[in-house]
T-cell receptor, first 114, second 114 residues
Framework: GAVVSQHPSWVICKSGTSVKIECRSL??????MFWYRQFPKQSLMLMAT?????????EQGVEKDKFLINHASLTLSTLTVTSAHPEDSSFYIC??????????FGDGTRLSIL | GESVGLHLPTLSVQEGDNSIINCAYS??????FIWYKQESGKGPQFIID?????DKRQGQRVTVLLNKTVKHLSLQIAATQPGDSAVYFC?????????????FGSGTRLSIRP
């Protein structure tokens, strides 16, 4: 079946650095992908909609200059957390939808900022 | 705010019994709902979906019921097994297309007693 892959699955970095997370659709093309953030024991909160070949659409309260999204191909979207700080530590999850199918989710990236 | 929510944060069920997880929504115009299962450290996994032109849909060991009058849906899991332990989310697909963004409810943690 359709698979969405994220890389890395886990990353630790120092405060102030930037971190890039990749989301790939492995056996289908996705003009739209979605990025979510999930804090411990909480639900998934939609951050932004990633659009292939155009600017991402951010949800209210999400800083677009902080969370840079690039969707350069039909199978890859990247989320870059710029100048990361401890409060950015979270579980980041992406999703994409094959044609006429529900959203499929990646297995997430656990980001820890020291 | 979120348009989808859950009645209870946790549910404990005896192995072999049926589980019922409830969800309320507020937008009467909502017409596509999805149930996801999330195991620890993983992304959400699609279980079953239902559109507003239906009031019941069945899958393997799972049934979703939709009551549009009271804006309520439920997920029933038959003969609950240890592998069913997870957090279950109802989610609203905000659009007719499966490529539309999804808004998640707060989630219910299902635990199984041996």
């Amino acid at each position: 079946g359709a698979v969405v892959s994220q890389h890395p699955s886990w990353v630790i970095c120092k405060s102030g650095t930037s971190v890039k997370i990749e989301c790939r659709s492995l056996d289908f093309q996705a003009t739209t992908m979605f990025w979510y953030r999930q804090f411990p024991k909480q639900s998934l909160m939609l951050m932004a909609t990633s659009n292939e070949g155009s600017k991402a659409t951010y949800e209210q309260g999400v800083e677009k200059d902080k969370f840079l999204i690039n969707h350069a191909s039909l199978t890859l979207s990247t989320l870059t957390v710029t100048s990361a700080h401890p409060e950015d530590s979270s579980f980041y999850i992406c999703s994409a939808s094959p044609l006429n199918q529900p959203q499929h989710f990646g297995d997430g990236t656990r980001l820890s900022i020291l | 705010g979120e348009s989808v929510g859950l009645h209870l944060p946790t549910l404990s069920v005896q192995e072999g019994d049926n589980s019922i997880i409830n969800c309320a929504y507020s937008n009467s115009a909502s017409d596509y709902f999805i149930w996801y299962k999330q195991e620890s450290g993983k992304g959400p996994q699609f279980i079953i979906d239902i559109r507003s032109n239906m009031d019941k849909r069945q899958g393997q060991r799972v049934t979703v019921l939709l009551n549009k009058t009271v804006k309520h849906l439920s997920l029933q899991i038959a003969a609950t097994q240890p592998g069913d332990s997870a957090v279950y989310f109802c989610a609203e697909n905000q659009g007719y297309s499966s490529a539309s963004k999804i808004i998640f409810g707060s989630g219910t943690r299902l635990s199984i007693r041996p």
